[in-house]
C-alpha cells in the first residue's frame, strides 16, 4: 500500500500566461509575458519595446524586467504565443471536464493579475476579469476539484513593470496588497489554497546565465525580492483576516544541486550554492526573517537594500503555511573544469553521468526529489506540496493519440520518490503535475515541448485546430489518482 493520506490532493498544474490566451479581452491590459516572442531549445524569447524611439528587443531571463526608461510594445511582425496559448479563456468548461474526467481532486492555476487591474494601479478591478475567475471556480466546485491559486506567476502588469522598474519601487508592496486583498474577498468560499509568486528565486538563480551575473543585476534582484518578500508577508497576513480557513503557501523553483566532486571546495561550493538559490527564499518566507548567510551572499556583490524595521516585522508576522515548490531536474556544482557539460533551456553546468537527460537538457533524477522533500520538512517543518513536475517531451500524434510511456516512466518514478518520502514522515498534502494539459513553454515559447496529459492540436507557429486529445498518460494517470497512488503500472 502507498503511504499518501486518503485525502491526498492529486491534481495537475498551469498558469494563466500559459493557457488563456484572450489577451485582449475582457478587459485585460498587457502583461509583461504579452511582449514576449517565441523561442526554442536553441535560441532565447525575447521582450519587445521602444526606447529613445526604437524598436529593440531583450532577451528574456526570469526575474528580469525591461531596461531603464523602455515602452512594452507589440510589433505586428513578431510571433507572440501567448496571446491565445491554448484558448483556455473560452475553453475552460471543457478542459475542466478533462481534468474531472482523470479524478482530480486539486487544479493549480494562476490569476491574470491584468484581467484584474488592467494596469495595475487602478482603484477598483475590472468586473468582467473577476466575472471570469469566479465562473472558473463555480465550474471547478460543480466537479469537487479544489482550486490552489497563484497570485503572480510571471504575470506582472507591465504598466507597474515600467513605472515602478520591475520591482524597483516599495509602491509594488501596496499594488500587490491591494490586488491580493481584492481576490481573497472576491472568491471566499470558492478557494481555500492560494500561492504568493510563483518560483521567486528564479530572480537570482538564474542570474549568472550568459553575462547576466554583475553586481547590478544582483542588486536589482535581491531588491525585487525583498519588495516581494514583504508583499508575500503582507498578502498571508491580509489572508488570515479575511478568512482564518485561507492556506498560504510560498513557490520555490526546486532545483536540488550536488557536489560535483569530493573536492571539499567542491562541498562548500555546493552549500553556497543552496543557500543562494534555494534557502534564501525559503528560509525568508518560512522563517520570517533573513537567515544569517544572507549579508555573505549581499556582500559577494555589494548589495545594500533597502530595508526598514516595519519589514522586518511584517515578514515575522506573514509566515507562510505552507512550502510549495517544482521539481524537473538536480543539477551539478563544482570549481572544476567538467569533462562534460550541460547545455539548453535554463540549464548548465557539470553533466552528471549517473543521469539521463531530457531533449532540453533537464536531468531525470527521482532520487533528488525525495532528498529534497526531506531536506526541506526537515529545515521548516510545515506541509508541502510539489506544485510542478514533468516531462517536457516532442510527442507524436499516432491514430488520434500520443504513446508517452516516456512520460508515464517519468512520473512513476517521481511518485515513488514522494510515496518513500511520505513514508520516512514527510507531511505532503498534495502533487499537481506542470502543465497537464499542453500549454505554452514558459521558457521557450513553444508548444512542441509538451507536457500535458492531454494533447492539444496546436505548433510552434500558432497553426492547428486546438482539438483536444486524451494521451495514453491521461487513463494512466486516472488510474494513479482512482487507486491514491498504489497502482503505478501501465
Same mark, same amino acid.
Given at each position: 500500500?502507498?503511504?499518501?493520506?486518503?485525502?491526498?490532493?492529486?491534481?495537475g498544474?498551469?498558469?494563466?500566461n500559459?493557457?488563456?490566451?484572450?489577451?485582449a479581452?475582457?478587459?485585460?491590459g498587457?502583461?509583461?509575458?504579452?511582449i514576449? $516572442?517565441?523561442?526554442? =531549445?536553441?535560441?532565447?524569447?525575447y521582450? $519587445?519595446?521602444?526606447?529613445?524611439g526604437?524598436?529593440q528587443?531583450?532577451?528574456?531571463?526570469?526575474?528580469?524586467?525591461?531596461?531603464?526608461?523602455?515602452?512594452?510594445?507589440?510589433?505586428?511582425?513578431?510571433? %507572440?504565443? &501567448?496571446?491565445?496559448?491554448?484558448?483556455f479563456?473560452? !475553453?475552460?468548461?471543457?478542459?475542466i471536464?478533462?481534468?474531472?474526467d482523470?479524478?482530480?481532486?486539486?487544479?493549480?492555476?494562476? @490569476?491574470?493579475?491584468? #484581467?484584474i487591474?488592467?494596469?495595475?494601479?487602478?482603484?477598483?478591478p475590472?468586473?468582467?476579469?473577476?466575472?471570469f475567475y469566479?465562473?472558473?471556480?463555480?465550474e471547478?466546485?460543480k466537479?469537487?476539484?479544489?482550486?490552489?491559486?497563484?497570485?503572480?506567476?510571471?504575470e506582472?502588469p507591465?504598466?507597474?513593470?515600467?513605472k515602478?522598474g520591475?520591482?524597483?519601487?516599495?509602491k509594488?508592496?501596496?499594488?500587490?496588497?491591494?490586488?491580493?486583498?481584492?481576490?481573497?474577498?472576491?472568491?471566499k468560499g470558492?478557494?481555500?489554497?492560494?500561492?504568493?509568486?510563483?518560483?521567486?528565486?528564479? /530572480?537570482? +538563480?538564474?542570474?549568472?546565465?550568459?553575462?547576466?551575473?554583475?553586481?547590478?543585476?544582483?542588486q536589482?534582484?535581491?531588491?525585487?525580492?525583498h519588495?516581494?518578500?514583504?508583499?508575500?508577508?503582507?498578502?498571508?497576513?491580509?489572508?488570515?483576516?479575511?478568512d482564518?480557513?485561507?492556506?498560504?503557501?510560498?513557490?520555490?523553483?526546486g532545483? @536540488?544541486?550536488?557536489p560535483?566532486? $569530493?573536492?571539499?571546495?567542491?562541498?562548500?561550493?555546493?552549500?553556497?550554492?543552496?543557500?543562494?538559490?534555494?534557502?534564501?527564499?525559503?528560509?525568508?518566507?518560512?522563517?520570517?526573517?533573513?537567515?544569517?548567510y544572507?549579508?555573505r551572499?549581499? &556582500?559577494?556583490?555589494?548589495?545594500?537594500?533597502?530595508i526598514?524595521?516595519?519589514?522586518?516585522?511584517?515578514l +515575522?508576522?506573514?509566515k507562510?503555511?505552507?512550502?510549495?515548490?517544482?521539481?524537473? +531536474?538536480?543539477?551539478?556544482?563544482?570549481?572544476?573544469?567538467?569533462?562534460?557539460?550541460?547545455?539548453?533551456?535554463?540549464?548548465?553546468?557539470?553533466?552528471?553521468?549517473?543521469?539521463?537527460?531530457?531533449?532540453?537538457?533537464w536531468?531525470?533524477?527521482?532520487?533528488?526529489?525525495?532528498? =529534497?522533500?526531506?531536506?526541506?520538512?526537515? !529545515?521548516?517543518?510545515?506541509?508541502? +506540496?510539489?506544485?510542478?513536475?514533468?516531462?517536457? /517531451?516532442?510527442?507524436?500524434?499516432? *491514430?488520434?493519440?500520443v504513446?508517452d510511456?516516456?512520460?508515464?516512466?517519468?512520473?512513476?518514478?517521481h511518485?515513488?520518490?514522494?510515496?518513500?518520502?511520505?513514508? &520516512?514522515?514527510?507531511d505532503?498534502?498534495?502533487?499537481?503535475?506542470?502543465?497537464c494539459?499542453d500549454?505554452?513553454s514558459?521558457? $521557450?515559447?513553444?508548444m512542441?515541448?509538451?507536457?500535458?496529459?492531454?494533447?492539444?492540436? !496546436?505548433?510552434d507557429n500558432g497553426?492547428?485546430s486546438? *482539438? #483536444?486529445?486524451?494521451?495514453?498518460?491521461? %487513463?494512466?494517470?486516472?488510474k494513479?489518482i482512482a487507486?491514491?497512488?498504489?497502482?503505478?503500472?501501465?
Amino acid at each position: 500500500m502507498a503511504n499518501f493520506s486518503k485525502d491526498f490532493l492529486w491534481g495537475g498544474a498551469t498558469a494563466a500566461n500559459q493557457v488563456e490566451g484572450g489577451y485582449a479581452q475582457g478587459g485585460k491590459g498587457l502583461s509583461v509575458t504579452d511582449i514576449q $516572442t517565441a523561442g526554442s =531549445y536553441e535560441a532565447p524569447r525575447y521582450l $519587445t519595446y521602444v526606447l529613445d524611439g526604437k524598436r529593440q528587443k531583450i532577451a528574456s531571463v526570469p526575474g528580469q524586467g525591461l531596461p531603464h526608461g523602455a515602452k512594452g510594445e507589440v510589433f505586428e511582425d513578431e510571433y %507572440y504565443p &501567448n496571446h491565445e496559448a491554448i484558448d483556455f479563456y473560452h !475553453r475552460y468548461k471543457e478542459d475542466i471536464k478533462l481534468f474531472a474526467d482523470m479524478g482530480f481532486k486539486v487544479y493549480r492555476l494562476s @490569476i491574470a493579475w491584468t #484581467r484584474i487591474f488592467p494596469n495595475g494601479d487602478e482603484t477598483k478591478p475590472n468586473q468582467e476579469g473577476l466575472d471570469f475567475y469566479r465562473r472558473v471556480f463555480e465550474e471547478l466546485k460543480k466537479y469537487n476539484i479544489e482550486p490552489l491559486v497563484t497570485i503572480s506567476h510571471y504575470e506582472d502588469p507591465l504598466g507597474l513593470s515600467e513605472k515602478y522598474g520591475d520591482w524597483q519601487d516599495r509602491k509594488m508592496i501596496d499594488e500587490y496588497e491591494k490586488y491580493a486583498r481584492v481576490l481573497f474577498n472576491e472568491y471566499k468560499g470558492l478557494v481555500k489554497y492560494w500561492l504568493t509568486f510563483n518560483e521567486i528565486n528564479s /530572480a537570482v +538563480m538564474f542570474l549568472d546565465f550568459g553575462d547576466n551575473g554583475t553586481d547590478e543585476a544582483y542588486q536589482h534582484a535581491y531588491q525585487k525580492l525583498h519588495y516581494q518578500f514583504v508583499a508575500s508577508a503582507r498578502a498571508v497576513k491580509a489572508a488570515h483576516e479575511i478568512d482564518p480557513n485561507y492556506v498560504v503557501g510560498n513557490m520555490i523553483c526546486g532545483i @536540488i544541486s550536488y557536489p560535483g566532486t $569530493t573536492d571539499p571546495k567542491d562541498q562548500l561550493a555546493n552549500r553556497h550554492a543552496l543557500e543562494k538559490n534555494l534557502y534564501y527564499c525559503g528560509d525568508v518566507q518560512a522563517k520570517g526573517k533573513y537567515p544569517t548567510y544572507a549579508k555573505r551572499l549581499w &556582500n559577494e556583490h555589494n548589495v545594500h537594500l533597502d530595508i526598514t524595521e516595519q519589514d522586518k516585522q511584517d515578514l +515575522m508576522d506573514g509566515k507562510v503555511d505552507m512550502y510549495t515548490f517544482s521539481y524537473y +531536474m538536480s543539477s551539478l556544482v563544482t570549481t572544476h573544469e567538467p569533462e562534460e557539460k550541460v547545455g539548453g533551456n535554463f540549464s548548465m553546468g557539470a553533466k552528471n553521468p549517473y543521469l539521463n537527460y531530457s531533449e532540453w537538457g533537464w536531468a531525470t533524477d527521482a532520487d533528488g526529489l525525495e532528498l =529534497y522533500l526531506e531536506e526541506i520538512y526537515d !529545515r521548516y517543518e510545515l506541509p508541502i +506540496m510539489v506544485v510542478e513536475n514533468g516531462l517536457g /517531451a516532442v510527442d507524436k500524434l499516432e *491514430d488520434g493519440t500520443v504513446h508517452d510511456d516516456y512520460r508515464i516512466d517519468y512520473l512513476r518514478q517521481h511518485i515513488e520518490a514522494m510515496d518513500k518520502a511520505v513514508g &520516512n514522515g514527510v507531511d505532503l498534502r498534495g502533487y499537481t503535475t506542470w502543465g497537464c494539459i499542453d500549454c505554452v513553454s514558459a521558457g $521557450t515559447g513553444q508548444m512542441s515541448k509538451r507536457y500535458g496529459f492531454i494533447y492539444v492540436d !496546436r505548433d510552434d507557429n500558432g497553426n492547428g485546430s486546438l *482539438d #483536444r486529445l486524451p494521451k495514453d498518460s491521461f %487513463y494512466w494517470y486516472k488510474k494513479v489518482i482512482a487507486t491514491n497512488g498504489d497502482d503505478l503500472t501501465d
